[in-house]
């Protein structure tokens, strides 16, 4: 398609996602044409030399055209997908409750991001976990206290300021109270407006040290009507939290989610993201979508809105200067801070989370010896937000000598050595309960690793809370449960 063909207003407010490790075509046209953002995903960026190349090509092509990604690290990486994240989780680093650690952690990620000339990191989650049976947040929080989170929160993004970074603080105004994940259906927050102010919203009052807010798709009557990420109601209240007017910019989760992709639709919950004062449309991840296509849809909704005189203009042309003009900002940021080699971040990365995922893992009674071990994943639920994860904690076993599998058949738990378990939801998720009480009956000696928030544990004697199921905090896991070495 010809770059004519694109209105400048509506890809003002716009950041797309595209397919590939490379820069398609149709891509180039639309950001000569003017496109505001692009988000780069786990099939992008197989490792961080690809990401660094593609961020690179999108900027030569586009100088001041912001590219983002959804890195926490823990669970959540794209940068790392393949291997695992060189960091802890958010929670363990909450755990641990050593703001300094925090901080160097944040500033660890910014550096291997800055390196990649990567421009916004959607993080930190600002979420205060307070329901155990959340499938979605979990251990992406910092932890189940309003103080603690903020303090975490802004200690993370300090760090990734420090090194050049944006960064985004979600999901407005807090998704940490539901037992529903809203990558899969819409989630409601029945708490009353006091308890929710209290126990979730208290943390934001830390955004105006931070770049940009990510509102959350997720109902809470006491606080408005409709979806947060579609209703004008969460801009007010954000003013409100942050103390006076916020000045960052206004993210929209992904907008492929079915939480609002089903209902209103995807195209209308476009028009109404802006009507609801956003800044920037994340369009979601193509991976099982037509790119280009996903990047029209939103584009025609926008100005078929305007063509009927829904939207303003004059209100799209404001919203997408303005975008604009913060994103130049993080940009001249990224320009002016020097980012160092890629490889001395990773390894700097490398041993800070090592030493950080160590001093947070917990174990009773989960000591291993020297024989083979079974691992045996009871988890039942996906986690879209992480994306699917290889075998974490078999590679952390063979990494230390091991002699580690997953069981093919039901016979090999019962003649195994020695039995692992992995857990993550048992008490609300029946399934995974359900699998769990099945191998504890037969294999009572199970060492359980808990990879969800502790109080989503079972009630077993041999227990090691992991705080997360990434690398490191895997690593760790196996570090504490191995015999302490002779001397």
């Avoid at 891509?27 to 505001?36: K, S, T």
């Avoid at 049976?133 to 932890?143: D, K, L």
């Avoid at 975008?323 to 002016?336: E, F, K, N, S």
Wanted: aromatic content about 4%; charged content about 25%.
């Amino acid at each position: 398609m010809h770059p004519t063909s694109w209105d400048a207003d509506a890809l003002g407010v716009l950041m797309a996602p595209f397919t590939g490790t490379t820069l398609p075509p149709w891509l180039g046209e639309v950001l000569d044409a003017g496109l505001a953002s692009v988000i780069l995903f786990g099939h992008n960026t197989p490792d961080v030399v690809t990401a660094q190349g593609l961020a690179r090509a999108v900027h030569a092509r586009a100088e001041d055209c912001l590219v983002a990604i959804d890195e926490e690290g823990g669970d959540v990486t794209r940068l790392q997908a393949a291997t695992g994240s060189s960091l802890p989780t958010a929670w363990a680093l909450g755990e641990v409750d050593d703001t300094e650690l925090t901080r160097h952690t944040g500033h660890a990620l910014g550096a291997i991001l800055a390196a990649c000339d990567i421009d916004l990191d959607l993080a930190p989650v600002l979420d205060v976990s307070t329901d155990p049976a959340n499938p979605v947040i979990g251990t992406r929080a910092f932890g189940d206290d309003p103080d603690r989170v903020a303090h975490h929160a802004r200690a993370f993004a300090s760090g990734l300021t420090e090194a050049g970074l944006g960064s985004c603080a979600k999901h407005f105004p807090g998704h940490g109270a539901t037992d529903t994940d809203s990558h899969t259906s819409l989630p409601l927050i029945t708490l009353d407006r006091g308890e929710f102010e209290r126990d979730h919203l208290a943390p934001w009052a830390i955004v105006p040290w931070l770049d940009a807010v990510m509102t959350a798709h997720v109902l809470v009557p006491a606080l408005g009507e409709g979806p947060a990420s579609l209703s004008a109601w969460a801009r007010a209240l954000l003013d409100e939290a942050a103390g006076g007017t916020y000045r960052g910019l206004v993210i929209t989760d992904a907008l492929d989610m079915a939480a609002v992709a089903e209902s209103p639709g995807y195209e209308e919950a476009v028009v109404r993201a802006v009507e609801a004062g956003a800044h920037l449309l994340c369009l979601g991840t193509s991976i099982r979508r037509d790119d280009q296509q996903m990047l029209r849809e939103a584009h025609d909704a926008l100005v078929e809105a305007v063509a009927s005189g829904r939207l303003p203009r004059e209100i799209l042309r404001e919203r997408a200067e303005e975008t604009r003009a913060r994103c130049r900002r993080l940009r001249v940021r990224r320009r002016v801070v020097p980012a160092g080699g890629l490889e001395d971040a990773i390894t700097r990365a490398e041993e800070l989370g090592a030493g950080g995922a160590a001093r947070a893992v917990r174990g009773r009674h989960a000591r291993l010896d020297l024989r083979p071990v079974t691992v045996v994943d009871v988890r039942a639920g996906a986690e879209h937000a992480s994306g699917a994860r290889p075998q974490q904690l078999v590679a952390a076993l063979l990494e230390r000598g091991l002699r580690a599998e997953t069981p093919q058949y039901p016979a090999q738990i019962q003649a195994a050595p020695q039995v692992i378990a992995l857990t993550r939801l048992p008490r609300s998720d029946l399934q995974e309960g359900r699998r769990l009480q099945e191998l504890l009956r037969a294999r009572p000696d199970t060492v359980v690793v808990h990879l969800g928030v502790p109080d989503a544990a079972p009630d077993h004697r041999r227990m090691l809370l992991a705080h997360g199921a990434g690398r490191t905090m895997m690593r760790a896991a196996v570090a504490a449960m191995l015999p302490e070495p002779t001397r």
